[in-house]
């Protein structure tokens, strides 16, 4: 005689959590809380690296192009050095705002216009920009700026009250 019977239910568990996704939480915890100031910090140190140089003539490898850009942006009224302290001036007052997470708006309102500076030559120079094999190395020195275009992007998004926030996956 055969005997049939019901299986049993499976009962099914959710997996258990390795110590490998601990990990990965609470690092992505930590990114999600910080990675923004960090960001901001090191984006106004390189502002004030960059402006260091410029308050000493000669000592910025940018110096030609930034005096040159700041006389054609003003149609020749500020050339020379004072391009280059108005450029120092201006650098500075972007990094002492953003590393010290004071007056972040207005630093960031003259990032603003400093970027359109910035990132100019890529237009009033195209000669020095590029080549026939593709950027010179200014035009790579002027481009790599889209980076610091994106951070403050972020930086002023943050600034404005978005929040980076994690989703869990269920």
Known sequence: MTTITNPRPRVTTAPSRTIVNV?????????????????????GL???????????????P???LAVAT???????????????LLTA???????????????VKV???VLAGALVGIMSPLLLFPDQMWSGNGPTLTGQYVFKDI?????????AAHALGARLRRTHDS
């Open 107 to 109: 630093g960031l309102i």
């Open 89 to 103: 001036v201006t650098e500075t007052i972007i990094g002492l705002t953003l590393v010290t997470g004071r007056f």
């Open 62 to 64: 940018a110096e030609e």
């Open 70 to 84: 700041v006389g054609k942006l003003t149609f020749g009224v500020v050339t020379g050095t004072a391009a280059l």
């Open 147 to 155: 980076v610091l275009v994106a951070a403050g992007l972020v930086v």
């Open 23 to 43: 990990m990965l939480d609470r690092l992505a915890d930590v990114l999600t809380a910080h990675s923004i100031t960090v960001l901001r910090i090191s984006l």
């Open 46 to 60: 390189v502002f004030l690296v960059f402006a260091s140089f410029k308050f000493v003539s000669g000592a910025s």
